[in-house]
Each structure stands twice: as C-alpha cells, then as structure tokens.
C-alpha cells in the first residue's frame, strides 16, 4: 500500500482506475497507467527508488514485443539499451544523474545516425555498415543520460521518393500502422516515432520535418510535436531533404515531455551554421518558461481553414470556446500568398534534395552515392518500387543546380513569403501566435490511391523555419485532431508555453484502442 500512495501521491494512474479500453497502455510491471506518465513523475519514482531505469527501459521493450505487433512502428531496438539503463540506475545510486532525461528511454526515427544501429532512411539500399559516428543531436541525448532505445520506422527518404507515395512505408520497415485505428495511417514521414509514442513503446521519440512531418504524424496518432526554429537543433547526421527547411524535434504524449526533450536537444554545432544564428536569449530549459496561465490575456489568431472538413470546423469552433474561456483574445485571420508559396516550394525542393542528399551519403561509402545510383538500386531491388515509384528521385537526377537562377528566385518567393505570412499576420492583429487545425482525419491507408491528405496547416512555419506545436484538440469518431500553435522565430518557448497552457485546461488525449478499421 505504501508503493500505491506514493504512486498516487506523485500524480500518476492507477491501474485499478484505468477505464475500459484504455487498458492496453497500462503496465502492470509498473503498477500505473504508462501511457499517462510524465517524465518528472518517472524522476521522482527513481528517486525514490520505487522504480528503475532497467525495469522501465525493460517494459518499453516488452510492450514493443507485444504491441508493435500491430503497430509496426520499431524497426530495431538497441541491444545496449538494458546496459545504459544499467549505468543510469549507477550514476543516480551515486549522486551523479545527468537530469531529467536521464534513464529515460527515446526512439530514434531512422534518419538519424545512430553509432552501432544501423540508419536507413528506410532504403534497402542504407542496410549497410552503421554510421561511425552519432549524430549531434544524438550526442547530446546521450550527454544527458538517455536510453537511446532503438530506431522507428518513418515513410522511406522521409517521403520524398514518389509523387504518389504511402505515408509510414519503407522498404525497410513495411506499413506502419496509425494505433487508434489499425488501417488508417500515421501521416508523414515521422510515421514511426508518432505512432510509438502513442502506443507507448517509448516515453519520448524524435522525428524531422521538412514541411509536415513532425506535425501531422503527432496530431494524426494523438500526441504532441514540436517543430522548431530551424537552427534550435543540429541536423549534422540526419539524412536530409533540404537544408533550408529540414529539422529535428521531439515528439512526445504531453508538452511537458516535449519541452524537456528540447531542452536536451537545442544547441549550437559548428558542423551546421544555422545553429550558430539562434540568440543568446533562447532559454536552455522550456519547462520553466511554461507558464500555466498563459493564454490569460495572449492575442491569438485562428486560421480556421473552414469548409474542408465539417468536423475539423467543428472542432475548432469548440477550440476557439475554449480559448476564450481561458482569457484570450481570439482574431479571425486568414494567411496570405499560401498559393504562391506552394507554387514555388516544390521546386526549390527537388533542387535541395539533389545537392544535399549526396553530401550526406559521402560518410556511407557502402552506399549508392549519387541521387541516380539510388534510382539504378531501386529498379534492380524486388522491394523498393513495389508499392509506388521514384518520380521525385527521376525529377532530382535532372534538377537544376542550385547556382540556377529560377532555383534561386523559388527559394528565396518560399521563405520570404512564407515569413512574411506569418509577420504581417502577427503584426497586423498584434499577436502572440497563430492557431490552425493540424489535420483532418487519417485517411485509409491505400498504395493504390495513396495519401489523401485534405487538410493540412503546416506549410507556412515549415517554409519560414518558424516554429509549431501541435496538442489533440479532439477527435472525429476515433481519430485524433491536432491543433497547431505557430509562433515567429525563435517562439519556440512563448508557442510550448500556449499550448502547455491549452493541454493542461482541455486534456482531452485518451489512449488508443487499437481497432482494426473504423
């Protein structure tokens, strides 16, 4: 009884008061409901040595053995992970713990160089030696004691293979599943590392975006995303699709979690320049810039997207209530020049993906080093283009170069148009962020068809560089909406903040049920 109240005591869910369906995130090696844990409530447990990294590292890997047989979204666990538990538990039985993530296990989707895993960006054609070395972010997750406990599945090349691709396929991993609903999809290309979190295969998993994959995978599988500034995380090791654009973030079932993660995760790298340009004022830990009131008296635009999905409209009405009845101002806004910016943002990717995919695949000399190398794998491979093709390789293998003129004239119309959206929107309404829906439902998961997306938000941060978070707003039927807070540069803290404060008012996240179709 003594375990239980303490257990009680520190916040987290009993077993015995779990509800009906929900039971399946329920842990009875640890006594609590996993799903809801947070990592301060695993700290405190730790330290008072009711619970230990090994036997929480040991659980993860147990429900991944049992859960991810539906799920499918880990494609290797780290044999080491058990002994850099191990050390963990040493470190903190000596004085010595490195901080909050300390003991904590983290996924890795599968872009991210990982020193003795191997890292495949989903391709067959990675399935090589390992990377020698850890990427920078990586490095400092480490740094802070994390349990680097395996490596996601994610949509091959980060979904930058095909017009007409599959989001959660890769030749390497197959079909990841979205949990709440077994054959709808996980969205985007962090597919694995949203869909793991919200089975509860780890507490925190990281993913990158170029334009959505950070956001849609949380909001699509339930959880919260943070996109940040570009330059806050390091991308040295993270297989790209363009450095104007790509960056990693944490991926995680409440802000709480997210906002520590990024406090490991942010830091200056000399080996990628954008991080050298982010200001001195950038805090080092989000959690204490989280205020729990902080939408009392914040101005907020809502960017409804009305008309494309009667629930999502639903959804955000209900959301825009809310807002107001936590104090704060709420400004119909509508962004301009999005029409002119998709125009222009493909494009300027392709030539992108073309110069710096080839960069990267020079530190994996067993690998097909140039963008037609990969293509002449992937005919010759019986699995690579067994669901949907390479147009977006074919279009790279010809790109122009990025000295082009009309390269040029695209990047500079995407990210000057893209900033200005959101600035002049701010500026014009004296805002503190910008709130959009993050998705429509996830949509049946068919390589015919493939992906349906009708409703998306996240373009006008990803092409600034400009942070998102996206929190559960609600759900249609059984699928989970996401609701984005965007915020200027360098917001990253003010936008964790505002949606820590939303989360914390409206926990409407519940645990998925693993149902085979809607």
């Known amino acids: ?66 859960v991810d047989v539906k799920v499918n979204a880990v494609l290797r666990v780290d044999d080491t992970a058990l002994a850099q538990a191990k050390a ?67 949509s091959e090349w980060a979904n930058f293979r095909s017009t007409h691709s599959t989001s959660g396929w890769s030749g390497v991993g197959g079909q990841t599943n979205n949990p709440y609903v077994l054959d709808r999809n996980p969205c985007g290309s962090s597919s694995g590392s949203g869909a793991a979190i919200a089975a509860s295969l780890a507490q925190v998993a990281i993913g990158t975006e170029t334009d959505g994959s950070i956001v849609c995978p949380s909001a699509a599988n339930g959880i919260v995303g943070h996109k940040p500034s570009l330059g806050l995380v390091s991308r040295t090791g993270v297989v790209p699709i363009s450095l104007e654009q790509d960056t990693a973030g944490p991926m995680a079932r409440n802000v709480e979690d997210v906002a520590i993660t990024l406090s490991v995760l942010q830091g200056r790298d000399r080996s990628d320049k954008a991080t050298l340009a982010y200001p001195s004022t950038q805090p080092t830990d989000y959690v204490s810039a989280i205020r729990p009131d902080a939408l009392r008296g914040a101005r907020i635009g809502v960017w409804r997207n009305a008309g494309v999905d009667k629930d999502v ?81 074919e279009q790279a293998a010809t790109a122009p170069g ?19 959206s959101i600035d002049e929107t701010l500026a014009a309404h004296r805002l503190d962020a910008i709130v959009a829906p993050t998705n429509s439902p996830a949509w049946p998961t068919d390589y015919t068809a493939g992906d349906a997306y009708i409703l998306g938000t996240s373009t006008p941060a990803a092409a600034s560089g400009y942070p998102s978070t996206t929190v559960p707003a609600g759900y249609v039927g059984h699928l989970p909406i996401g609701l984005s807070f965007i915020g200027p540069q360098w917001s990253d803290a003010k936008i964790l903040s505002l949606a820590a404060s939303f989360e914390k008012t409206y926990p409407i996240r519940h645990a998925p049920r693993y149902l085979p179709t809607a």
């Open 88 to 154: 963990s538990d040493q470190r903190r039985r000596s004085g010595h713990s490195r901080g909050p993530l300390d003991g904590i296990p983290v996924l890795l989707k599968d872009n991210i160089d990982t020193r003795g895993l191997i890292t495949t960006a989903g391709s067959r054609a990675l399935l090589g030696s390992p990377p020698s070395a850890d990427a920078t972010l990586v490095a400092r997750l480490r740094q802070a004691g994390a349990v680097v406990l395996g490596k996601a599945n994610l």
């Open 1 to 66: 009884m003594r375990v239980q109240r303490l257990i009680a005591v520190l916040g987290l869910t009993l077993l015995t008061t779990v509800v009906p369906g929900e039971v399946a995130s329920a842990s009875p090696a640890l006594g609590f409901d996993l799903d809801r844990a947070t990592i301060p409530q695993l700290q405190r447990l730790m330290d008072r040595g009711l619970l230990s990294s090994v036997r929480l590292t040991q659980t993860y890997l147990d429900r991944i053995k049992t």
């Open 313 to 393: 409209d639903r959804i955000v009405e209900r959301t825009v209530s809310r807002l107001r009845a936590q104090g704060a101002t709420v400004v119909e806004v509508d962004l301009p020049y999005q029409a002119d910016i998709a125009e222009v943002e493909f494009p300027a990717l392709i030539t992108e993906i073309a110069r710096d995919l080839p960069v990267y695949l020079r530190h994996r000399p067993r690998a097909p080093q140039t963008i037609q190398a990969l293509i002449d794998f992937n005919r010759r491979d019986p699995v690579e283009l067994s669901k949907f093709g390479q147009e977006l390789f």
């Open 402 to 420: 990025p000295d082009d003129p009309t390269y040029r004239q695209q990047r500079q119309t995407t990210t000057t148009l893209a900033r200005r």
